[in-house]
């Protein structure tokens, strides 16, 4: 009933800039909080950023100064701008949504398949 489908990952070299997009489809009633997670081979999925449907941003320490989250609610299609991209951060990232669909009018978070990032140095 509800699709987060990202794109724009891809290979960059150390420093580069990638944007990332996640569109959300389908009987969609209400998106509150739409973030990124990545996971790296042998690690944890961990938080990259979230923003509410207000524009309230949190990200971790690890991408501060680099990363820009933002969100088009019309278009129900979160961003990702990453600049200065490290090694470090190579891994899939994953969109992630907080959404009321029609047919239940409850609240459940939804993921996308996931995009492959990967900084060469």
């Known amino acids: 009933q509800v699709q987060l489908v990202e794109s724009g990952g891809g290979l960059v070299q150390f420093g580069g800039s990638l944007r990332l997009s996640c569109a959300a489809s389908?009987?969609?009633?209400?998106?509150?909080?739409m973030g990124w997670y990545r996971q790296a081979p042998g690690k944890q999925r961990e938080l990259v950023a979230t923003?509410?449907?207000?524009?309230?941003?949190i990200y971790a320490d690890s991408v501060k100064g680099r990363f820009t989250i933002s969100r088009d609610n019309a278009k129900n299609t979160v961003y990702l701008q990453m600049n200065s991209l490290k090694p470090e951060d190579t891994a899939v990232y994953f969109c992630?949504?907080?959404?009321?669909?029609?047919?239940?009018?409850?609240?459940?978070?939804?993921w996308g398949q996931g995009t492959q990032v990967t900084v060469s140095s």
């Open positions: 992630n949504a907080d959404i009321i669909i029609i047919a239940t009018m409850r609240r459940a978070d939804y």
């Open positions: 389908g009987s969609i009633f209400s998106m509150y909080v």
């Open positions: 923003i509410t449907s207000g524009g309230s941003t």
